[in-house]
């Protein structure tokens, strides 16, 4: 049974010792066992293999100086969008005629031949707008237009007062009334 179990488990290697001091490398491959044959490596390729290795030296990475390096790109790339912004505004302005409104009515009827979708809605909000105004301008006439009438009333009531003493007397009695309703 012994060796059953002995079969079943497989060692493995312990992976913290591969790289200890006591650790040598294994010897180049001489190839397959099937060849004949088997070149050495000439002198070159065994001194190209350490400069490669020398190239990429591994030491600590100087992320302040990335993080300067990054920044200073990024402020020039935002410089030089702002200032292809200015020169599109600038461009945009020189080239653009300034609009200046039809003054006559010979203007106005060029205009609404020109773009006459366009006139049509202009027309529509200026009536929308003067319909408004004068919606506000009706409130505030008939307001005036109460005050006057109070004021003539109040005019005409103190004419009667000054000129009939007895007004306020007359003004209730339902006698009078009557009288003003036959006449």
Do not use: C
Not at 7 to 23: F, L, R, V
Not at 87 to 110: F, G, H, R, V
Not at 117 to 137: F, G, I, K, P, R
Not at 148 to 164: D, G, P, V, Y
């Amino acid at each position: 049974m012994s060796t059953a179990n002995e079969q079943m488990e497989e060692p493995t290697a312990n992976p913290y010792n591969s790289k200890k001091a006591w650790h040598t490398p294994d010897a180049p491959s001489r190839g397959k066992a099937d060849t004949l044959f088997f070149e050495e490596p000439s002198q070159a390729t065994r001194q190209a293999a350490p400069e490669q290795e020398e190239e990429a030296p591994k030491g600590r990475t100087n992320y302040k100086k990335r993080y300067d390096d990054l920044k200073k790109h990024y402020d020039q790339k935002i410089a030089s969008f702002k200032q292809k912004e200015l020169e599109l505004t600038a461009m945009a302005t020189e080239t653009q005629p300034a609009y200046a409104p039809p003054k006559s009515t010979e203007d106005l009827q060029n205009f609404r031949e020109q773009y006459p979708d366009l006139y049509e809605t202009v027309e529509t909000v200026a009536h929308l707008q003067s319909e408004q105004q004068m919606q506000a301008l009706k409130t505030k006439m008939s307001v005036l237009e109460e005050r006057e009438l109070n004021i003539q009333r109040k005019e005409a009531e103190s004419t009667l007062r000054s000129r009939h003493p007895d007004f306020e007397d007359i003004r209730g009695d339902e006698k009078f009334h009557e009288w003003a309703k036959e006449t």
